[in-house]
């Protein structure tokens, strides 16, 4: 088979989640650990840092991973879903898994795989893992896909786990609570394995101490030990870069901090990913100094191919993409927006079908032009359904039969001094990514 080919097999054969939702999902390991078996188990071959939370947990991922490279660590990082390449999935050193080898493994074990039948993500997770094992690298970085206790990724045991925050997202298969989301998540926390959480909350704070003492687990709350405080101007969120000083236990750690990348919640993800470098410094890589942790977070998109978050993609007018899709990332993309010089506002924004759109288009200024569309995945939410369902929070604008269309639409409408911001699902945003 071709690369194209191959791709069109795992697409049409196994079921995926990011295309035709819940009925993806396996709520168990099963044939994770089956497939895995089948490749030789290649989770046992190497060591990782696992990463699960609603929101922030991909930033976090890649910040960790390009502060392992610029320390010469060989870093692998598994992160979905994937905005415009499968193989962004599955990266080495920044470098995406070579096509020959994704035609190799599925080519090698198809029989195996049409007697497992393991969903699409499955199946990607054993393909990265068993990239990661031939590439012998020194530490992986892997995101949770979905919750934590039954995600595919489970199967490892790193050296580190990670969660980010917890908020509203996937209630039907997580929960309907803080607490119940919280306790999918929290599956990720191994036997003795240190656990870090980004964010205190009160809600669910007992719910990770409890699991970190039934596990035996030394437990961390990030906050609670740094502080990042930017500088610079709160309202020029269109730069490149940001800059922060951080604190650790009130004390002055270091000053200018740069990242590359200037989204408003990332102070949040650079806070989890600061405490997680410290213990993997202290405990595993003596590598991981101040030097390395400045160059890593400051070239971090070209170390790890960072995109879709608080990405510009053009000025005059200035064009501002966002992953955002759920209450609490919403919530702060909005907020920074507010504070953002423009003169009009021009909102391209799709949602996936199986969600509870109405939690957060009470978010979503009245002030904008919208331009609603439909994501090209059978779990894009028909535009016009979007439309009238807006119209109820006071969103006025057009349906378009494609995010292309409404973008193109919203280019023309826009001004030089306005603002165009794509956002509400990260397939909507994946369609104007260059």
Known sequence: MTYAQTLDYLYAQLPMFQRIGPAAFKKDLTN??????????????????HIAGTNGKGSAAHMLAAVCQAAGLKTGLYISPHYKDFRERIKVNGKYIPRQQVVDFVEKHKTGIEVIKPSFFELCVVMAFDHFAREQVDIAIVEVGLGGRLDSTNIITPLLSVITNISYDHQNMLGDTLPLIAGEKAGIIKKGVAVVVGETQAEVESVFRNKASETGSEIVFADSVYEVKANGSENNMLEKSSYYDVFKNGNLLFENLELETAGPYQHKNLVTTLQAWDLLRSRHFDSLNEKVLRSGLKHLK???????????LGINPDILCDSA??????????????????????????????????????????????YFAKANIPRGLDAAILKEQAVEYGLKGKA???????????????????????TGSIFVVAEVLR
């Open 32 to 49: 994770t650990l089956a497939l895995a078996a089948l490749v030789d188990n290649p989770h046992h071959k190497f060591q990782s840092v």
């Open 302 to 312: 070209g170390l790890t191919r960072f995109i879709g978050r608080w990405e510009v």
């Open 325 to 370: 899709h759920n209450e609490a990332g919403l919530r702060m993309s909005f907020e920074k927006v507010s504070k953002l010089s423009f003169d009009k506002l021009h909102i391209v924004t799709g949602f996936v079908n199986d969600k509870s759109v109405e939690k957060v288009l009470g978010l979503f200024p009245e002030n904008a032009r919208y």
């Open 400 to 422: 378009y039969s494609s995010v292309k269309n409404a973008f193109k639409a919203a280019k023309r409408a826009a001004e030089p001094d306005d603002l165009i911001l794509v």
